[in-house]
């Protein structure tokens, strides 16, 4: 994304109105969301109306200029409060990075006055968490249009979106593994498979979506045909690992705290002593923070080398999800072990949290996946072999 204006006044200015929007909707009804399995509508529509889900698009189309750091910001506050909502929040603006750099105008206009969700649609049945290799088809019809026909598995904000970056096999023949569509939402065609009643982020809509017969316009391609791995790769993951990132440590940061809480102030009344009294438990929650602290350093080094285009920022951007995903499965983990058999109630949020953490090892590109990539990186292999290309 193009146009940054990072600085302190705005900077003071995003935190201000995201803490007044956190406190008025999105911490009221997180445990509404996460109960009732509901989209958090009133939460997204607060975000969108304080300008937070136009803050990386570019000024020249009204948004607020902002780079990634600030959006990792805002996704670690969303993620402490409400899991749910900050992943439709982190997948809108992963989806938003492709539309920056290659959609119309007017729907960058849209997205920057907050008017406009969006997400991404990857993962198919064929291909499953292997977004890189795309199953479905796109074929040119005799109208001029193009026909999308594919399953996907897992959409994000599925039928709440307003549209979605849509990966599928090339138009034509070896011309590149893979073509990226803006498909708006709406089209006769496009379908939404059932409801979400999953273990976490139960709030994110995230379900099957079929496109059969689907049309849309030649136009809407993102990049030329066959460059979707390369926008992929390059533009997308950037984002969405990174953000990812931020998830999880939003995440971890508010179980250890809720766990320094309880030790705080839970006593025993046949001694009188606090939890936090307990030398073993002390120890204990220093491991969670230190753990936290550590994921922090990693993210805002990873932030750095984006920034200063370090030659290992490709490194470090997927190292941090892997060492994300499995943090925030430990932390979370552990601060409920911590916290005994009151972090089973609802009202502490903490099963919640723990809930929400499983997803991050199973979001593509997995840790699996990225712990490959890594070795391959640093080993000088390509990221992906030529048979997945």
Not at 259 to 285: E, K, N, Q
Request: proline letters at 3%; one cysteine or more; charged letters at 20%.
């Amino acid at each position: 994304m193009t146009s940054t204006v990072d600085n302190a006044e705005s900077e003071r200015s995003v935190s201000h109105t995201l803490g007044t929007v956190i406190d008025d909707v999105i911490r009221p009804q997180a445990s509404i969301v996460d109960r009732d399995g509901t989209f958090p509508r009133p939460g997204v529509d607060a975000l969108a109306a304080a300008g937070l889900l136009g803050l990386a698009c570019s000024t020249d189309v009204g948004g607020g200029g902002h780079g990634l750091r600030t959006v990792a910001e805002l996704i670690e506050r969303l993620a402490a409060e409400c899991g749910s909502t900050a992943m439709v929040v982190l997948m809108h603006y992963a989806a938003t990075a492709v539309i920056e750099a290659h959609g119309p105008r007017e729907i960058r206009a849209a997205i920057a006055s907050g008017g406009h969700l969006t997400t991404l649609a990857f993962s198919e049945y064929g291909s499953r968490s292997h977004f890189w290799s795309p199953i479905g088809t796109a074929t040119a019809a005799d109208d001029g249009s193009v026909r999308l026909d594919a399953r996907k598995s897992w959409v994000t904000s599925a039928g709440e979106a307003d549209s979605y970056v849509w990966s599928s096999l090339p138009l034509t023949r070896d011309a590149g593994p893979m073509t990226l569509w803006l498909v708006p939402a709406g089209r006769t065609g496009l379908s939404v498979a059932g409801d979400f009643d999953g273990l976490g982020l139960r709030g994110n809509g995230s379900r099957p979506m079929t496109a059969a017969g689907l049309r849309v316009s030649s136009a809407g391609m993102l990049a030329a045909d066959g460059a979707g791995l390369d926008t992929a790769l390059g533009t997308v993951l950037p984002w969405f690992l990174v953000l990812n990132a931020a998830f999880c440590l939003g995440l971890a940061d508010s179980a250890a705290a809720e766990a320094s809480r309880h030790l705080t102030g839970t006593t025993l009344t046949h001694t009188g002593a606090a939890l936090r009294d307990a030398p073993v438990a002390r120890r204990d929650l220093a491991r969670l923070m230190i753990r936290t602290d550590a994921l922090r350093a990693f993210l805002g080094d990873t932030l750095s080398a984006l920034e200063a285009g370090r030659d290992d920022a490709t490194l470090r951007v997927l190292q941090v999800k892997a060492l994300a995903g499995e943090t925030v499965a430990d932390v979370t983990d552990g601060a409920m072990q911590l916290c005994g058999g009151s972090a089973f109630r609802k009202e502490l949020g903490l099963e919640r949290r723990f809930r929400d953490a499983r997803a991050a090892r199973v979001m593509a590109p997995t840790t699996d996946a990225l712990h490959d990539f890594v070795g391959r990186v640093a080993t000088g292999l390509p990221l992906l072999d030529e048979a997945n290309r």
